[in-house]
């Protein structure tokens, strides 16, 4: 079933390159119509926002209350997500909707067959990097100082400009849990440049895009709100 998957992913970014003569280009193309498709998920997820917000003073009170008893504390924030209607997880919905995505497009450009043919994208690149090629290799191959290398060092700055600014759109948005949780939180952005260092080229387009695509979304669909104290 996921052979079939990637299979499927590899014969429609190879028949999206060819009209647009470069397969980054259709890789760019085809999270953009992932992005549509999980527009709901983030439209549920701005929902769930707002419900938070709605409900941090009354989940401050409940802290004040029941701080001390954690399973009493457990119970009530339960029972009043309950009589609310609203979820603490929805926020975790659409970035786990794209972690299967993210894990097909990474096989379809480190696997040498697909089907039992050539994987034929793998010859496509990027000024001069083959999108299944890694930091690491490409270092290797052309030195620390030269063109390909640059490819990728482009690729996190951008990478860490978009975390930068989700980044600090999270610091405004209200976040349940303790104090470590809201600090470690505005920090899980800058894990999309570590991941491009070690996933391939091709990856590492597709996290652009999508982190950017979900900053674009956040600025439209959430508003700032205080934080929760």
Known sequence: MFDSVIG???H???LLAQPLGSAALAIVVFTVCVRVLLLPFGVMQARGARAQAALA???AELRRRHGKDPARLYKETSALYTAEGVSPFGGF???LAQLPVL???YRVFVSP???GHANALLTHGLFGVQLGQHLAGTVAGFGLISGPTLVFACLFL???AVAAVTSRRMRLTPVEGSGTLRRVMPLLPFMTVLAAAVLPLAAGIYLLVTTAWTAAERAVLYRAAPAVV
Do not use: E, G, N, R
Request: charged residues 10%; aromatic residues 4%; neutral net charge.
């Open 8 to 10: 499927f992913t590899a």
């Open 12 to 14: 429609l970014i190879d």
């Open 57 to 59: 003073p009354k989940l």
């Open 93 to 95: 919905l659409p970035a």
């Open 103 to 105: 894990m097909v497009v």
């Open 113 to 115: 067959t697909i089907a």
């Open 158 to 160: 951008l990478l860490a």
